[in-house]
């Protein structure tokens, strides 16, 4: 399993100057966390989206073959 650094490093990376001395890990970073909060609403618009069309393909299921639709994630039920 590879390394997976945490926000506030990847944060710090990219607010380094141009010879790489990091700026500090509580400075100011706008560019920064304007990507990162586009690229939170991209990630939970995909999983609204992947969610409502999952939900209405076990709701369809259910009507049709009476199945009750199961949560995966949750403990204890699986498919």
């Known amino acids: 399993m ?3 650094p945490a926000t506030e490093e990847v944060r710090a990376v990219y607010n380094q100057d141009e ?9 100011p970073c706008p ?3 304007r990507w990162l909060a586009e690229h939170d609403r ?3 618009e995909k999983a609204w989206d992947d969610g409502l ?5 076990r709701w369809m299921d259910a009507r049709e073959f009476g199945d009750k ?5 949750r403990k204890g039920e699986t498919e």
């Open 53 to 57: 069309a999952d939900g209405r393909d």
């Open 19 to 27: 010879f790489g001395n990091p700026a500090g890990l509580n400075d």
């Open 69 to 73: 639709p199961v949560n995966p994630y």
């Open 2 to 4: 590879s390394y997976t």
């Open 31 to 33: 560019e920064f966390d």
């Open 42 to 44: 991209q990630v939970a």
